[in-house]
Structures are given as C-alpha cells and as structure tokens.
C-alpha cells in the first residue's frame, strides 16, 4: 500500500538550532516529491518539489533533498517565523492514473 | 489577486442542513481538487477536476457533491450535514497535474 511517514510529528529548537525532517515513502511510480509550510488557520503554501533522488532545492534557510526512499527538509539556523507545520507529499502513479499522498506533517516550533 | 479563493471560510451549521463552498481560481490551471482535512492535519483528497471533468473521487458519502461550471471553478455541495462532517475543506488548483496550489480553507463546523 502507498505511504507516506513524517518524523517527528513535533519538533522544538532553539533559534539558531539546525535540524532536519523527514519524509519517507513507499509508493508505486514515484512521479515527484512536494514540500509545503502551513502555518495555523491557513492553507499549504508550496515550498519545493523534488523529482529524481539526488535532487536538492533551496530557499532560504531550507533545503529540500531526496533518495529512493525518503526526503529530508533540512533547516539551518531556524528563526522563530520558521515555526509552522511542514507537510510532505508525494505524486505517484502512471499516466491518467495518479495520486496525491500526504503525510501528517511535522510541527515545528522554534524558540526565541 | 487571491490564486485560489474560496467563501466562505467559516461556516457554522445545524445537523441536517445542506451547504455549499465555491471555489475559484485564477492561475488558469487546468485541474481543481478538494481536500479534506481532519483535526490531525491529515489532508485526504476528495475529488479532483481536469478541465470540468471527474477524474478523482475517493470514498466520499455521495452526501458530498462536487460542481464544476467552468475550469476556473469548483463548488462543493454537502446533503443533510453530519457532526463528522466538521473538518477544514481545501479548494485546490494545479496545471498538468503537477504542484499544487491551495486555497485558504473553509472552516466547516456542525453543531
């Protein structure tokens, strides 16, 4: 069955702090990989999409890299307007025949 | 210039009754989607349209009826709301099925 997993469900950092989310999947046809911030009472708003593993994209303090199996967002230096939640999808299917997948997302918050 | 809009964003209703969200968008996208998501931020697909034709519809109670007048717009119809209906509802648009681009959300509440 196709999947999508994010660790951790919660994360809390220091300002300053770098870390990482994850993003593991298991899905037939692996068309590409998105990346979205949702911050409380708003909708996704689209970060980065990923295509083949050993792809890297970046905007800012976050960088978006992928591999056969997992995503990983890397955030360096954090500052607290990065706290929101992050959510992972992953399009996958054939032609005329694909799906979106969402993980639950993870929620970070970053401390002054 | 709102890219994907939606009305109301919170709609408070009695058990029963029957409501409806539009949803429009002006990217020129050729795909919509509505998304549902429940109190643990999981987001799951309802239904998606290409060009004003169904391509997606998960298992939603067919209580649940999408509209689409035109390819820059999307409406969803809910028949006799149930308490398990309350949730946040996610107009969506893209092109070529690739990124997706997300509205602001109706808060749908029945008491």
């Known amino acids: 069955e196709d999947q999508v997993t994010q660790s951790p469900e919660a994360l809390r950092l220091q300002e300053g702090e770098s870390s990482s989310l994850n993003c593991s999947y298991t899905?037939?046809?692996?068309?590409?990989l998105f990346w979205y911030r949702q911050d409380p009472g708003k909708g996704p708003e689209f970060l980065f999409t990923?295509?083949?593993a050993g792809e890297e994209k970046e905007k800012e303090r976050l960088k978006a890299t992928l591999t056969k199996k997992e995503s990983f967002l890397h955030i360096t230096a954090p500052k607290p307007e990065d706290s929101a939640t992050y959510l992972c999808?992953?399009?996958?299917?054939?032609?005329?025949?694909?799906?979106?997948?969402f993980g639950t997302g993870t929620r970070l918050k970053v401390l002054a | 210039d709102t890219a994907v809009s939606q009305t109301p964003k919170y709609l408070v209703t009695q058990m029963g009754n029957d409501k409806s969200i539009k949803c429009e968008q002006n990217?020129?996208?050729?795909?919509m989607y509505w998304y549902k998501q429940d109190s643990k931020k999981f987001l799951k697909i309802m239904f998606s349209?290409?060009?004003?034709?169904?391509?997606i519809n998960e298992t939603v109670p067919n209580r649940f009826s999408p509209k689409s007048p035109d390819k820059a717009h999307l409406n969803l119809h809910i028949n006799s709301l149930e308490l398990g209906d309350s949730a946040v509802y996610f107009c969506?648009?893209?092109?070529?099925?690739?990124?997706?681009?997300f509205g602001e959300g109706s808060w749908l509440t029945v008491v």
């Open positions: 969506a648009s893209s092109v070529n099925r690739a990124t997706i681009y």
């Open positions: 899905v037939s046809g692996l068309r590409g």
């Open positions: 990923l295509y083949s």
């Open positions: 999808a992953v399009q996958a299917g054939t032609s005329g025949t694909y799906k979106y997948i």
């Open positions: 990217l020129g996208h050729d795909t």
């Open positions: 349209y290409n060009n004003k034709e169904l391509i």
